[in-house]
């Protein structure tokens, strides 16, 4: 793999991952699908297929500490109708990587979340009226996934997830996209993602490092950058207690359209 060591990295440019990374930190404690910005600026200072096989430790790094916080709130009944789905799409994205350049990841990807984005305020706008009785909900229960429809929708997810996540790191937005569609609250949803991505993304490694894109060197450079992101789990943690329900799906939905339109205007 040609990706850069940490000695052929600008100050300035660490200083860019470094951030990107706290903000890897901040998104698995808080608003999930912040990191599609850590995504593009990674690929901004590296090379942008290279750049996946970089992120990946970091992110795994922020998905321990997020199951360390929230690992009583999953929701395991969800997770196990999600994950043969998602299997389908991480192979399907290790083809793709096999054959797909820089520009034709950032453009596909792109496309999805914002895509994903658009599907979901359609939706969250048609049931905007059961939406303001979730408000006064207190259960991070959501919608059953044993009916034909809800089944449909996660297999659909699920794949989705597993291709964006293995092509560009960028399943976070597809699945927080499925887990507000399913009106899981704040916990349930930081809970039940956390241990989603914690488990998707160990799994990929294997696939990364048989593609190039984990190295000695960009492990290096992994370990320069890890220990940003416990400072942007610890300013999540904070923050999610004070964020309300709305607000916490607008940021998400938020994050979501700005990391796909930068990786389609890049």
Request: net charge positive; hydrophobic share 55%.
């Amino acid at each position: 793999m040609n990706t850069m060591t940490l000695w052929h990295i600008t100050h300035w440019e660490f200083a860019a991952l470094a951030a990107a990374a706290v903000l890897v930190g901040f998104s698995k404690t808080a608003v999930s699908g912040a990191n599609t910005v850590s995504l593009a600026i990674f690929a901004a200072v590296l090379p942008a297929r290279e750049s996946t096989g970089v992120l990946l430790p970091i992110l795994i790094a922020g998905d321990v500490l997020a199951v360390l916080t929230y690992r009583r709130h999953a929701h395991w009944p969800t997770l196990w109708r999600l994950f043969p789905a998602v299997a389908v799409g991480v192979v399907v994205g290790t083809v793709f990587l096999v054959w797909a350049d820089d520009e034709v990841v950032r453009t596909s990807i792109g496309a999805i979340l914002l895509l994903m984005a658009g599907v979901t305020v359609w939706r969250r706008r048609r049931a905007e009226a059961e939406a303001k009785r979730e408000e006064e909900r207190e259960v991070d229960e959501p919608e059953a996934v044993s009916t034909p429809a809800g089944r449909l929708k996660a297999r659909s997810y699920g794949v989705l997830g597993g291709f964006t996540t293995m092509v560009a790191n960028a399943g976070g937005p597809v699945m927080s996209m499925y887990l507000l569609s399913a009106g899981f609250r704040k916990l349930g949803f930081l809970g039940t993602s956390a241990f989603f991505f914690l488990i998707v993304n160990v799994s990929k490694v294997p696939f990364s490092a048989g593609l190039g894109l984990i190295d000695g060197h960009s492990l290096l450079l992994d370990a320069a950058l890890v220990l940003f992101v416990v400072p942007g789990a610890f300013l999540g943690k904070w923050a999610v207690n004070r964020i309300n329900q709305r607000l916490f799906e607008q940021l998400v939905i938020a994050a979501t359209v700005v990391g796909g339109a930068q990786l389609l205007l890049r």
